[in-house]
C-alpha cells in the first residue's frame, strides 16, 4: 500500500515536474482565439450560447489549428432534472463536429406516469457546423455577421415511450443557420439561428407528432461582456407545438459565462423551458466547459 | 489638348479624394476623449513599453520582436493609436502591409500580440470599454498582417 503511494506520488511530481514546458505547449496549441469568442456548449452540443447554436466554430484554435473542449451541463426544473455531456472538436476554424448525450430524468413525473421514478429519457446528438463566410470577431469593419450552417443528427433512445406520447420518429435530423457578430467597440454579441426542426422539446419527446414536417423556428442571443472573462446575456429559442399530448413553448434564459482561462469555463443560467407535459418548467442552469 | 487636360483632371478628381478620404487608420474619437482615457501621449508611452516588455515575454511573439527595431515599433505604434484616438498625430511609418509582409505573422501570432496589449492596458487602467474601441479599430488590419499559414 505505501509503495503504491509512494509509486503514486512519484508519478504525479514527475507529471507536474518534468513536463511542465511541455505540458504549457500543448495547452497554447489551440490558443490563437481571444478568450471566449470560442463561446460556450449549447444543450445539444454546438458551440454556442447554452440553449442555441451560434456561428462561430467551438474551440480556441484559428485557421491553423485543431481545438477541442468537453461539457457537462445540468438544468434542474420543478419536475425534472436535464443533463447534457459531450464534446466537440474545431478544425482550423471552419468546422465543428459534436457529440452530446441528453438525459431527462422524469424524477416523481416517471412515477405518476407508471414509467417508475426516475425514468430517464435519452437522446443523442452528433453536430457539424461549417462556417460559410465571415469573421464574428476580427472584422470589425464589416457590417456582415459570421454565418454558418449546421446539422444536428438526433436519436432517442427511448423511442416505444415518445411514440406511445405520439411522436412519429424516434430519429432526425435539425438542420440551422446561424449569423453571429461580435460588436467589439460596444462589448456586445448577436446571434441569430434559424432551425429547422421536427423535434418535440429538443427531441427528449421524440421527432414529428401531430404532422410530419419540419417547423422553422427562430433562436436568439445577446451578450454583453461585461470584463475579458465574463459576459452576461439573455437567449431565447422558440420550439414546435407539435404533439397533441400536452402544449409545448419556447424556452428562455438569463445567463453569465465566466472563463477563467481557455481551459475552464463556467456558465450559469436561470432558464424558463416552457411547458414541459406537466407544467411550466424553470430553474438554475450550470455548464461546466473545459477546452484543450 | 485643353479637353484631354479636362478629362484627365475628371479622372483624377474622385482618385484624388478617395486617396484623402481612405485613411487606413480611422479616426473613432474626433473630440479625442478616447486619447485621454488612455491617458494621452504619457499613457500610450507606458502602455507600448508594457506591451513590448509583454511580447518579448510571450514565447508565441518573442521571436517577432527580440530582432525588431522595437523602438521604431513603439513610436509607430503610439503615432496610429493617438492618430485614432483623436490625439492628433500622424503617422510617419510605413504602410501596414509592406512592414508585415515578410513576416509570416499568423493569426494565433497576431492574437498574442492583442492579449499581450490588452495585459499592458490593463496595467495602465485604460477602462474595458475603451480597450473594445481601440482593438475594434485595429482588428481588421489583421488582413494587411497576418500572411502566415493558411491565409484566405
Known sequence: MKHHLSGALLALSLLAGVPAARAESIFTYASGKLLLTGGVSQVEGAAGGGLTPWAVIGGYETKDQIGANAFYTSVDTQDYRITSQGALVGLYNRVEFSYARQDFDTQGVGAALDLGYGYTISQETVGVKVRLLGDAILDQDHWWPQVSAGAQVKHNRNGALVKALGARDDQSTDYYVSATKLYLAHGLLLNGTLRATKANQFGILGYGGIDNDYHLQFEGSLAYLVNRRLAVGAEVRTKPDNLAVAKEGAGVDIFAAYALNKHLSLTLAYADLGNIVTRHQSGLYGSLQVGF | ?152
Open chain 2, 1 to 152: 489638348m485643353k479637353y484631354l487636360a479636362l478629362a484627365a483632371l475628371l479622372i483624377a478628381t474622385p482618385a484624388l479624394a478617395e486617396t484623402q478620404t481612405a485613411d487606413p487608420f480611422p479616426v473613432i474619437s474626433p473630440d479625442g476623449s478616447l486619447y485621454q482615457a488612455f491617458g494621452g501621449h504619457e499613457g500610450l508611452v507606458r502602455i507600448t513599453d508594457d506591451l513590448m516588455v509583454n511580447l518579448l515575454a510571450d514565447p508565441r511573439t518573442h521571436d517577432f520582436f527580440v530582432a525588431a527595431k522595437r523602438d521604431q515599433i513603439k513610436t509607430g505604434l503610439i503615432q496610429i493609436f493617438c492618430h485614432v484616438m483623436g490625439g492628433g498625430c500622424t503617422y510617419t511609418g510605413k504602410n501596414m502591409t509592406e512592414a508585415h509582409s515578410q513576416l509570416g505573422i499568423r493569426e494565433e501570432d497576431f492574437t498574442a500580440l492583442v492579449e499581450s496589449l490588452q495585459k499592458a492596458m490593463d496595467k495602465n487602467h485604460v477602462p474595458f470599454r475603451a480597450q473594445n474601441r481601440l482593438l475594434a479599430a485595429m482588428a481588421p488590419h489583421h488582413r494587411e498582417i497576418v500572411t502566415g499559414a493558411g491565409k484566405g
